[in-house]
């Protein structure tokens, strides 16, 4: 389950919206992955799911994903990097400067 798949896991549509939304601000921005797992953990611990289980499903998942993706970037080439984080058509649609921006965000710099 890639971040997006994730963020569309969420049963609740005003709660999807909302991780989205951050989730897509921090796409844009120069922010790297250890503040995208700050700001899902954030964003997890202030909003109220409906049904617990629900809760506890997606932190499960989140778990799972910052394991494979977060814990293990290192041994993720960039195609993979840029899939687990949803950023192909970022990068396609990219400049140079852009796909800069990316790399750093995914510590793909070397």
Not at 4 to 16: G, M
Not at 55 to 83: C, M, P, W
Not at 92 to 106: A, F, H, I, P, V
Request: charged fraction near 30%.
């Amino acid at each position: 389950m890639n971040l997006d798949e994730l963020v569309n896991s969420i049963p609740e549509s005003d709660l999807r919206e909302n991780l989205s939304h951050c989730v897509g601000e921090w796409k844009q921005d120069d922010k790297d992955i250890e503040v995208l797992t700050d700001l899902i953990r954030k964003w997890h611990g202030n909003v109220w799911f409906q049904e617990a289980d629900a809760s506890n499903k997606f932190h499960s998942e989140f778990q799972k994903f910052k394991s494979v993706a977060i814990d293990n970037i290192g041994g993720l080439t960039l195609n993979e990097r840029l899939y687990w984080f949803g950023l192909f058509d970022a990068w396609g649609s990219g400049n140079e400067t852009t796909q800069n921006r990316l790399r750093s965000k995914l510590r793909a710099n070397a």
